[in-house]
């Protein structure tokens, strides 16, 4: 690695498979990418993906590393803006006290996060396991390398939804990973619904129904026109279907050597 050409490995965290890629130069242009499996070793399925991180660490011994987790490591709460609030301190408190409601002691274990909103509208809790958390910064540390960043998968899309969408109206969010979809809604550009829920193989088919299903529980009004479909290990089948449906497709710009049909299945990586 060549101080005149700057390195880092960007990473997508998740239970199935940690996609691995390098970016290089000052422009960060795409490097290297690769795919690491993730065995089912039994425990706590994060921690046999750390395993398959160690294997990338070591391969692409990059000088700084980004990660993006997986919808099944984190959960979420949507915090109304609330005028008595005052600062970071105060919705952190508040959105402890409603991960401890809704998980019991799970939740003493978490490390909470916010997202930056503009002052009068919601924000959204973000919670991850600590030791997931710290057991990433040793790997990384260990292999001589700096834990630049720690993204949800929620964070990554969102900053690419929010680039392709309107702030006026109901602006729906559909990301898809193996075995997860996560639906996030926005009302005129403020946090109204978010949620993850278990997929199957057929989720492509079922997905009208499923989000007719959000819709009533968030209390809106279901457009399949105004929803935006992440879903990067889609195969071109499952692609067609989603269009042919009325869903758009959200995907990442091609640029700086990333192109969005040869390395969709990065994107999430890309994204971190």
Same mark, same amino acid.
């Given at each position: 690695m060549s101080?005149?050409?700057? =390195?880092?490995?960007?990473?997508?965290?998740?239970?199935?498979?940690?996609?691995?890629?390098?970016?290089? *130069?000052?422009?960060?242009q795409l490097g290297r990418t690769q795919?690491?499996?993730?065995?089912?070793? +039994?425990?706590?399925?994060?921690?046999?993906?750390?395993?398959?991180? +160690?294997?990338?660490?070591? =391969?692409? +011994?990059?000088?700084?590393?980004?990660?993006?987790?997986?919808?099944?490591?984190?959960?979420?709460?949507?915090?109304?803006?609330?005028?008595?609030?005052r600062g970071d301190e105060e919705y952190l408190a508040l959105a402890q006290l409603e991960?401890?409601?809704?998980?019991?002691?799970?939740?003493?274990?978490?490390?909470?996060?916010?997202?930056? =909103?503009?002052?009068?509208?919601?924000?959204?809790?973000?919670?991850?396991?600590?030791?997931l958390l710290a057991a990433l910064g040793t790997a990384v540390s260990g292999a001589g390398a700096k834990l630049a960043s720690v993204q949800t998968y929620l964070a990554g899309a969102e900053g690419l939804w929010r680039h392709r969408v309107s702030r006026h109206g109901c602006q729906w969010l559909v990301m898809h990973e193996p *075995?997860?979809?996560?639906?996030?809604?926005?009302?005129?550009?403020?946090?109204?619904?978010?949620?993850?829920?278990?997929?199957d193989e057929d989720w492509v088919r079922q997905l009208p129904q499923m989000l007719v299903g959000e819709a009533m529980l968030a209390d809106l009004d279901p457009a399949t026109e105004q929803v935006q479909v992440?879903?990067?290990?889609?195969?071109?089948?499952?692609?067609?279907a989603l269009q042919g449906l009325g869903f758009g497709l959200l995907v990442p710009a091609n640029g700086r050597g990333f192109m969005a049909q040869r390395d969709a299945i990065f994107a999430p990586a890309w994204l971190a």
């Open positions: 101080l005149l050409s700057p =390195e880092s490995l960007q990473l997508f965290f998740s239970p199935t498979a940690v996609l691995a890629l390098s970016r290089v *130069g000052w422009r960060q795919s690491y499996a993730v065995s089912d070793a +039994g425990g706590d399925p994060w921690q046999a993906a750390l395993s398959a991180v +160690g294997g990338a660490l070591k =391969e692409f +011994g990059c000088g700084s590393v980004r990660v993006l987790v997986s919808h099944h490591f984190v959960q979420y709460r949507v915090l109304p803006w609330r005028d008595e609030l991960f401890a409601s809704a998980f019991g002691v799970l939740a003493k274990d978490w490390t909470v996060c916010l997202s930056d =909103e503009r002052p009068g509208v919601s924000r959204v809790a973000a919670a991850l396991p600590s030791e *075995g997860r979809i996560c639906v996030a809604v926005k009302q005129d550009g403020d946090w109204r619904w978010l949620r993850h829920v278990r997929a992440f879903a990067p290990s889609a195969d071109a089948q499952a692609r067609d």
